[in-house]
């Protein structure tokens, strides 16, 4: 369980010419005892990792579906440990990445040693800190090194090349291009400048390229991913699990690709 399953997982698609999805769910929303059994369903629909969210009170990148939804995971009782041991009991069974996305606090809070300790036993393959700076990764980034769990960084359109340079060399598994400038949720459109953005990514990034934020339906997933190496959808499967719509879950993520 580790940065190198990410990489093998994405390259055994991309040398068969497939696009990448990374469907984005909340833990704890709909209940813990759910997790397990919706990771394998999105493995089951082709899904190439999934992307995990910690509740936490104050998600400053996410937008009102994401944050709905961690209040309702918050509300049963939903903890970064709690998550983490869940995780930790289905270990040897799953072969899906997961990528761990969660605000610096809760880790500050947990301990981060304590935290990169457990993600490893919980058979973490990468991890997003979205609120932490490229300046202040010092603080987590030697512990993720030693149990070799992938630091993921996000690349913002609102960033200057210099930094969008020094974020490319720096993150590993894969790089998240925030393709829309605010925060998370499901938009109609993206702007024009979106296209170049993401090929200017693949040109100076050593790993796969994919957008996120914003892609609501599997037009936009196509019409991101022919620029970049595949998407990473939130907001969408969220609602979708909320609402009991696994067909249509099943529909996106397979017409996506």
Known sequence: MSKSRIDEAFQE???KDQKLF??????GDGGLDNLDERIEFLQSCGASAVELGIPFSDPVADGPTIQNAGLRAL?????????LQTLTGRKTERTIPIILMTYFNPVYIYGIERFTNDCAEAGVDGVIIPDLPLEE?????????EKSIAFVRLAALTSNESRLAEIAKRTEGFLYA??????TGAKSSHSGNVKGFLQGLKKIANVPVLAGFGVSNADQAKELG???????VGSKIVDLFH???RDEIKSLIENSL
């Open 178 to 183: 925030v393709s829309v400038t605010g925060t």
């Open 137 to 145: 990764e010092r603080l987590i980034e030697r512990f993720l090194q």
């Open 13 to 15: 698609k991309l040398a």
């Open 22 to 27: 990374i469907p984005y769910i909340m833990a």
């Open 75 to 83: 509300k049963n009782g939903t903890s970064l440990s709690s998550v």
């Open 226 to 232: 022919g620029n970049c190496d595949g998407v990473i």
């Open 243 to 245: 609402e009991g719509k």
